[in-house]
């Protein structure tokens, strides 16, 4: 069984990381706005983008939830190297494969998915697509070796090797723009899939591992991944349908409506996709050795993850819908940016707050789902989410605006991770009343920092500044983070003060704070044992 203190030290590791990465990819995009602006040429890299980021991610994602819980399993080493090979081969050819067939048919394909395009806007997207095209290759190559560190524990350099990607195409992108001007866009984009993947590459080895290429059609292990994989590209290419429809629905609500969804989802996606990424990375390898072992475990694992999120994120989806205007103020407040589309992009956020913890509660429970190989059961889930959120659309947007759409994807999510929740009950030493308990004592911790905010909220001198909006914003989180303390204690909920632990552990593991201890950061008994 996975202990609780080592996932808890991984995952803020990987969350560490994963903010470095982030922040590399932010620098990217302000650097990209600076030095382009609307040119043409942004339009057609971003159009020939496109083709390989989503058919590589696609099929990356797809091939590296199969992937994972199969490997977890294997006790044999000599079996487990010959799976992986095979695995990186196939994926190797096929991305070839796609490659060529890009390559010769880079026109039609700029046609089809740049049909707005000006003539020079197409040749300019069709010379940058040929630069992309081989992240087809490496993309899926890269998350699929990422996936053999996270299951043999090293999630550490696993993050750093993939947070070389974005810095990679930042260091590119600064270097090569004053030669080659816009054709650095392309190129530093490709340049960060070979970073990444050359980083991974070069350590296998250190790691125990042998790259060689191996095509076993007969392969058990092949075969069980490939009736896994289908499934799973399924539920993926519907689910990213479901931005499509929000937008399409946005349209019809006036101006102004599609550009509050899209800003207001990116404050509550951003550090969510930072979290959940890691969290899943550091906790899907247990939850894969958990299922295949025949004396069980994963009920139990998935019980105590469910139950840590609630404490952790839901008062923190209450205190981000109760400062949503003022991050909105902060963020995007400015220029054309005026009152109205604050407001209307604050009601997104309220909208969407409640999925900084359902997206955590699916996130967990679809892994769960992916290491028993219960694929197709989510690929009919990905069918009813989309079928739901909908209708809900249809239903809320009239009533409600762009809110009413933010609602929809709340209840709709909602509504899977409860079907999930319910269909986990087959899971042996799953404790659904454990979990509902769990989310009763945080929502009665929640009830209370959101009311110190709103109080805090209307007491504070507010002259409209962004510089307002920061220091009460600041003040705010910080008694609603105390509030929470307190609260989780008379709740009897221990997992903000251990992530606070953890957090001072890491901290008091810094070099300079070390220094300041007194040389190696060993306490004074731990010097004198020594």
């Given at each position: 069984m996975a202990?609780?203190?080592?996932?808890?030290?991984?995952?803020?590791?990987?969350?560490?990381?994963?903010?470095?990465?982030?922040?590399?990819?932010?620098?990217?995009?302000?650097?990209?706005?600076?030095?382009a602006g609307a040119h043409h040429g942004v339009d057609a890299f971003f159009v020939a983008l496109v083709v390989p980021t989503t058919i590589g991610s696609l099929l990356g994602t797809a091939t590296h939830a199969a992937f994972v819980p199969?490997?977890?399993?294997?006790?044999?080493?000599?079996?487990?190297?010959?799976?992986?090979?095979?695995v990186l081969s196939i994926t190797l050819a096929l991305g070839l494969a796609l490659v060529a067939v890009v390559e010769?048919?880079?026109?039609?394909?700029?046609k089809l998915i740049g049909p707005g395009l000006t003539p020079i806007g197409a040749n300019e997207a069709v010379t940058a697509l040929r630069i992309v095209t081989p992240l087809l290759v490496l993309l899926p190559l890269e998350g699929l070796i990422a996936a053999i560190y996270q299951v043999r524990g090293s999630i550490g350099f696993a993050s750093v090797a993939l947070a070389a990607s974005p810095i990679a195409t930042l260091v590119v992108l600064v270097g090569f723009w004053p030669t080659i001007?816009?054709?650095?866009?392309?190129?530093?984009?490709?340049?960060?899939?070979i970073a990444s993947v050359a980083v991974l590459i070069a350590n296998l080895g250190h790691a125990g591992h042998r790259l060689r290429v191996v095509f076993d059609r007969r392969s058990a292990d092949i075969l069980q991944l490939a009736a896994q994989i289908l499934p799973l590209v399924v539920a993926t290419s519907i689910l990213t349908t479901n931005t499509v429809i929000d937008r399409a629905v946005?349209?019809?609500?006036?101006?102004g409506a599609v550009a509050a969804l899209a800003f207001g989802s990116r404050i509550v996606y951003a550090p969510l996709d930072l979290v959940m990424n890691a969290v899943t990375a550091v906790i899907f390898p247990h939850l894969s050795r958990a299922a295949g072992d025949l004396r069980g475990g994963q009920g139990e694992l998935l019980t105590r993850s469910l139950r840590a999120a609630a404490p952790l994120l839901l008062p923190v989806a209450g205190l981000m819908a109760a400062t949503a205007h003022l991050a909105v103020r902060v963020l995007y407040q400015r220029g054309a940016f005026d009152v109205t589309a604050a407001q209307l992009t604050s009601s997104v956020v309220v909208g969407l707050s409640p999925l900084v913890l359902l997206i955590a509660y699916q996130g967990i429970l679809n892994r769960a789902f992916q290491a028993s190989l219960r694929t197709r059961t989510l690929a009919l889930l990905a069918i009813v989410n989309a079928v739901l959120n909908l209708v809900l659309d249809l239903l809320l947007a009239p009533l409600f605006g762009v809110a009413g759409i933010a609602v929809s994807t709340t209840l709709t999510i909602?509504?899977?991770v409860a079907v999930m929740g319910w269909l986990s009950r087959s899971e042996r030493d799953f404790d659904l009343a454990a979990i509902i308990d769990s989310i009763l004592r945080s929502a009665f911790v929640t009830v209370g920092a959101v009311l110190a905010a709103i109080v805090m909220i209307g007491v504070l001198p507010d002259d409209g500044s962004t510089t307002a909006a920061v220091i009460n914003g600041l003040a705010v989180w910080v008694v609603g983070g105390i509030v929470v303390l307190a609260l989780s204690a008379a709740a009897r909920l221990s997992e903000p003060r251990l992530v606070l632990s953890l957090l001072a552990e890491r901290v008091g593991r810094l070099p300079f704070v070390r220094r300041r201890r007194g040389g190696d950061g060993a306490t004074s008994g731990e010097r004198g044992h020594q």
């Open positions: 202990n609780t203190r080592h996932v808890g030290r991984d995952i803020l590791v990987a969350t560490s990381v994963g903010s470095v990465a982030k922040l590399a990819g932010i620098s990217r995009e302000v650097l990209i706005a600076a030095l199969i490997l977890a399993r294997q006790t044999d080493p000599a079996r487990a190297e010959r799976f992986v090979n095979g010769a048919f880079a026109e039609p394909v700029v001007g816009i054709a650095a866009l392309p190129a530093a984009a490709l340049a960060g899939g946005a349209t019809t609500l006036g101006t909602g509504a899977i």
